[in-house]
């Protein structure tokens, strides 16, 4: 778990510095524009300074100001759209970092140089290679994609890092997440030996020019009236469950890796709620297709059930609920009982359930991660050992763009997670998108393609190397939907024998 941001609430106190001459104590330097202080570089403070074993200085290097048009559409965009809290992408004065962080002590270990001027060996964000945070405002504000990398990572930090720029209609929304994310990447590299002392060269972003920020501006204050203006005046955008009986095992979509035009049927909804994240699963000669149902009116998801029988789908019904939303119901056997996993991060915890009467009667046995917003866990087993691949979200990050890993020798745990986390930063190969499987020996696992948005695609990826210190995949394949159905979106794919379901949006 990332520890809860320094800033988020009322002024703090000072932090207490470790004794920098403690025997084992790592110097980390930050080096920051206090003309051009975002939050969640105080957010970045907090959580190195909290680590044991870390020394933490902050080097003041003052540069230029953002121009005024940057900073009056970030303050109009709060009231214009409800944001309040402390949000990542908030510009502060310098007045705001504290003065006991000021002052480098010593030589460091290691840098983190946040100005946009990288070099010595600093670990440094570039976007599209370029430093400086105008890089990244200046891909927003033209609607571009973005990649992310850093100068000075260590070999464990991947070179073409793809984070999803979400909102990008509302900038502070946009920046909230890729700053969250360069957040979580910088604690990750701090304990981490860089690749080498030279660091990364990088070429200097363009300057954002006042222009630019109107032209946005304008255009997000039209698309929000047009946006209220369809909301009233056509049906929301919904997932549904298809599913089909397969005339063959290699028929499965994940060996053919081509949405078929025809052949799913439809699990029926009423129009008040929809059903999405579908988990077949047989026992005792019967058949379950678990769902997330969704209702429209509450703005919730729990689990809900129907059973498969002779080719037909009967009644669905609710399993399980909570005062908090679930989802995708991961259910597995172990040891002849019945369990299920289903996303619950909005309590911040990965539950596990256990069935006293299949399908509609479970209770909860343990916890296995606390403290963590974790999406769509999915387990899978490997070299002895149980693997947890989920979605994490740390700060303000999206929920679409990275990948964490945990093993545990049982399934109680103890839970570790894996040192390379996050393991994959990328909106078309990170988020799961079903149960992992095997061809020929080869473990494969569904994800998430979130290139044009939640869940446009559903991606395939080989997992090449899986221990408890590496990890390497491979995007082999990417299903888009067609245009007979879910030409919208599609999100998840299982399989129960020959039995096969997906969910598609419309």
Known sequence: MLN?????????????????????????RVRLDPLRLWRWQLWLLDALAARPGLAVEVEPVPG???????????????????????????????????????????????????????????????????????????????????????????????????????????????????????????????????????????????????????????????????????????????????????????????????????????????????????????????RWLFVEEYCYARQKGLIAVAEVAEGRIGPVRPVLEEPHHLSYPFVFAHEGAVFMIPESSACGRVELYRARRLPDSWERVAVLLDGIAASDVTLTRADGLWWMFAGTHPYQASVRDTLSLFHAPDLLGPWTPHPLNPVVVDLRQARPGGQCFRIDGTLWRPVQDATDGYGSALGLCRVDDLTPLTYRQTLAATIRPGPAWARDGLHTLNRDGLFEVVDGMF
């Open 64 to 286: 230029r100001p953002y121009p005024a048009a940057l900073r009056l559409l970030l303050a109009l965009e709060r009231p214009i759209f409800r944001l309040t809290g402390a949000q990542a992408a908030d510009l502060l004065d310098p007045e705001a970092l504290p003065g006991a962080w000021l002052g480098p002590q010593g030589i460091p270990d290691r840098t983190i140089d946040l100005t946009g001027a990288p070099g010595g060996g600093a670990l440094s964000p570039l976007y599209d290679g370029e430093a400086g945070d105008e890089a990244l405002i200046g891909a927003i504000l033209e609607d571009r994609a973005v990649r992310l990398s850093f100068a000075g990572a260590s070999p464990a930090l991947g070179p073409d890092l793809r984070p999803a720029i979400e909102s990008r209609t509302v900038l502070t929304r946009a920046l909230n997440r890729v700053f969250s994310t360069v957040l979580s990447l910088c604690l990750a590299e701090a304990g981490r030996r860089p690749a080498s002392a030279g660091g990364g060269a990088a070429a200097p972003a363009r300057p954002i020019g006042a222009g630019a920020v109107a032209a946005f501006a304008a255009a997000t204050l039209a698309r929000k009236a047009g946006d209220r203006l369809t909301g009233l005046c056509v049906r929301a955008t919904r997932w549904r469950v298809g599913w089909r009986q397969l005339a063959h095992a290699d028929d499965f979509l994940g060996l053919t890796r081509r949405l078929p035009e025809t052949g799913y049927a439809v699990l029926p909804d009423d129009g008040r709620r929809y059903y999405a994240d579908p988990f077949p699963f047989s026992a005792q000669g019967r």
């Open 4 to 28: 809860a941001p320094l800033s988020a609430g009322a002024d703090p106190a000072s932090p207490v510095l470790p004794d920098p001459v403690a025997s084992g104590i790592r110097r980390i």
